[in-house]
C-alpha cells in the first residue's frame, strides 16, 4: 500500500489518508482481506498524527471499505458491498422522491451535480 500526503494540499490529510485507501480498494489494488497498517503504524509511516489516520480508517469502516476485526487487526472489506448498498438505496429513495415531486430527470441530475460538488468542495 503505497499513499502520499500533500500537506499543501487544500484536502485534510485524514481526507487524503480515506480517499486513496478507498481508491486503492476499489480498483483491487488493495486486494480484499488485504491487512492494513495499525493506526500507530501508518501514522509514524506517514508523519502523521494516530488520530488523524484513526479518523480515516473510522470513515472507511462507517463506508464500508474495511473492517477492524479486534485484535486481529483491519482488512479491506469485500468489495466495498456495504458502500454500494447504501448508496443503491439512497439513489432509490432519492429517485422515487424527485418523481413525487414532478422533478425532471435533468432537473434531478442538476441537484445532485450541485450537492456533490458543495459536497467534494466543503
Known sequence: MTLKIHIDESAAPYEQVRAQIAEQARSGA???G?????VRGLAESLG???NTVA???RAL???GVIETRGRNGTFVAAAGSAAEREAALAGQAYA????RLGLSEEQATAAVRDALR???QG
Open 30 to 32: 488493495l486486494p480484499v
Open 34 to 38: 488485504y491487512r492494513l497498517p495499525t
Open 48 to 50: 502523521l498524527a494516530a
Open 55 to 57: 479518523k480515516a480508517y
Open 61 to 63: 469502516e462507517t463506508d
Open 96 to 99: 422515487e422522491r424527485v418523481v
Open 118 to 120: 458543495a459536497a467534494y
